[in-house]
């Protein structure tokens, strides 16, 4: 038994276990309104543009650019005690939606706003990964 902390890992709900199932296939999927077509993370049972509770998921393009980011000092979780310094980024995707994830492959002293990323696979778990991101190439 290893004395390491456990990760915290996702736990869907109703309305974002299609985004994390398809997460697990390394496919970005986004929430769409199925009333006025907004697009929409996190996940969430209704439109905040129009109210409507139809949705459908539409493939993201996993290409966005670096909007803010902090580095982590010392991290908040002991989980991530062998990670730190860490960053942690917002990225704007194409598709003009928000989401967070860490920058992989990339000195934290690199980062910077506009960098254009695109997303990458972290295997946490069986049947659970995390988008993260890289600069594009």
Same mark, same amino acid.
Request: overall charge negative; aromatic content about 8%.
């Given at each position: 038994?290893?004395?390491?902390?456990?990760?915290?890992?996702?736990g869907p709900?109703? *309305?974002?276990?299609? %985004?994390?199932?398809?997460? *697990?296939?390394? @496919? $970005?999927?986004?929430? !769409?309104?199925?009333?006025?077509?907004? $697009?929409? %993370? +996190? +996940? #969430? +049972?209704? /439109?905040? #543009? /129009?109210?409507? %509770?139809?949705? !459908?998921? @539409? &493939? !993201?393009?996993? #290409?966005?650019?670096?909007?803010?980011?902090?580095?982590?000092? +010392?991290?908040?979780?002991?989980? %991530?005690?062998?990670? !730190?310094?860490?960053?942690?980024?917002? @990225?704007?995707l194409d598709?003009?939606?928000?989401?967070?994830?860490?920058? $992989?492959?990339?000195?934290?002293?690199?980062?910077?706003?506009?960098? &254009?990323?695109?997303? *990458?696979?972290?295997?946490?778990?069986?049947?659970?990964?995390? &988008?993260?991101? #890289?600069?594009?190439?």
């Open positions: 038994m290893s004395s390491q902390p456990l990760r915290p890992v996702p709900d109703d *309305a974002s276990e299609p %985004f994390w199932e398809a997460c *697990a296939r390394h @496919v $970005l999927l986004l929430q !769409a309104c199925g009333g006025c077509g907004t $697009l929409r %993370f +996190p +996940p #969430r +049972p209704m /439109c905040p #543009r /129009c109210n409507s %509770f139809e949705q !459908a998921w @539409v &493939p !993201a393009s996993g #290409r966005g650019r670096v909007w803010s980011w902090v580095i982590a000092h +010392p991290p908040v979780l002991p989980a %991530f005690a062998d990670r !730190a310094p860490y960053n942690v980024i917002v @990225v704007e598709e003009g939606v928000r989401m967070i994830g860490n920058l $992989l492959e990339t000195p934290n002293e690199e980062i910077a706003e506009g960098m &254009p990323i695109e997303v *990458a696979w972290e295997d946490v778990e069986d049947g659970v990964s995390l &988008p993260q991101w #890289r600069p594009t190439q």
